[in-house]
């Protein structure tokens, strides 16, 4: 027999043979999971509604934790408060390791706040963590900033006379505008072209990578990435915006006066001429570009999301805005300005800004994680850099905290006497070391903003309320709101 014959034979036995074996196991002792095809993973047991769907279902027979193929790689699923709890708190060094998105992978790739692992994550975080509390070096609070945005918004619609309007762009404005007095040192006029450019930009690249297409891609990326696609489009948004940062970048430094440091970009350049000497530095202009696009982009598109499912909730529910609205005449009134104080005084808008994050479950499947060594998990030995899975949907609709997860009842969040209380369950920021390090300037604004909103407006849709889809209109990494129409009404 020719040799070539020969070796082809051997190579056609040997496939047959994976095929019939199934994947080759990693080393160590993941949790149990369907059997994966070589190089097609999972794909069989993947549900055309998307990943979420395809892990709901699997949790059914495998219980809280198990293991899927995304294509060739394993990945660990963890479901419920109890397993995301005793992973992410429990043993939070161990699972504070950061997974991959496929689709913005070519962009972030291991650099920035958000994407970075080990010592740079550290030292980016810390510092931002500390420059945003500072917010500008101390001139002015969040509160007020927060305040300001809010009468801008206000303003801007008394002029639309209670006509009907997508709320969306406007909602990007005003969050936008709070992370970028941090990050720029300055807000944006709502008609600013540049402006709204980046939040287009913005809001394609949410929907984009909450796509069905971002998520088959997130199977197989290593082959689909030689090929056109949504991936190839988010990367294009995340130029131009990249391009964007640059040229702020080089205006700060063209005027950068160490005595005087206005903003973020201004605190993080003098921490780079700081540490100039030091090779090994993390504060050099990557870092400075991929923290500086993870805090736009995440510091604009979740608060703002939220909002837009807020508003569409009250829209579909009246009766809880009306409720909102009573509470916010008896504590505040309408001729002063809503403040953070006065949310321990507002126990029912809490609950209602509770139930808005809990229901519109914006980033279901969590922000991957790995392990940062061989981690022993419930019996389970999880190797050092496995992807790991928290499935914050399942947290938050977990039945066993949330009586009738799947419909909207703020009154979850309130205990007998009517005082908010706490749930376990509550992780829409996620929990852990990797926590949303955005979360405190979040809850300020969701409580402000719709607060303001609620004291100077009563809202009506053209659609009747019975009628008004809920359905994100897409669901992956993200949940995107359907789009609608608002008019907002002077009280």
Known sequence: MEPSVLLLLTFFAGFLLLLVRGHPKACGHLPPGPRPLPFLGNLLQMDRRGLLNSFMRLRDKYGDVFTVHLGPRPVVMLCGTEAIREALVDQAEAFSGRGTIAVVKPTFKDYGVIFANGERWKALRRFSLA??????????????????????????????????????????????????????????????????????????????????????????????????GTHKQIHRNMKEILDYIDHSVEKHRAILDASNPRDFIDTYLLRMEKEKSNPHTEFHHQNLMITVLSLFFAGTETSS?????????????????????????????????????????MPYTDAVIHEIQRFSDLIPIGVPHKVTKDTLFRGYLLPKDTEVYPILSSALHDPQYFEQPDTFNPDRFLDANGALKKNEAFMPFSIGKRICLGEGIA????????????QNFSLSSPVDPKDIDLSPKESGIGRVPPEYQICFLSR
């Open 131 to 228: 420059t945003m509390r500072d917010f500008g070096m101390g001139k002015r609070t969040v509160e007020e900033r927060i305040q300001e945005e809010a009468q801008c918004l206000v303003e801007e619609l008394r002029k639309s006379q209670g006509a009907p309007l997508d709320p969306k762009f406007l909602f990007q404005c005003i969050t936008a505008n709070i992370i970028c007095s941090i990050v720029f040192g300055e807000r944006f006029d709502y008609k600013d072209r540049q402006f709204l450019r980046l939040l287009d930009l913005f809001y394609r690249t949410f929907s984009l990578a909450s796509s069905f297409s971002s998520q088959v891609f997130e199977l197989f990326s290593g082959f689909l990435k030689y090929f056109p």
């Open 305 to 345: 999301t939220t909002l837009r499912y807020g508003f569409l909730l009250m829209l579909k529910y009246p009766h809880v805005a009306e409720k909102v609205q009573k509470e916010i005449d008896q504590v505040i009134g309408s001729h002063r300005l809503p403040t953070l104080d006065d949310r321990t005084k």
């Open 443 to 454: 809850r300020h604004e969701l409580f402000l903003f719709f607060t303001t909103l609620l």
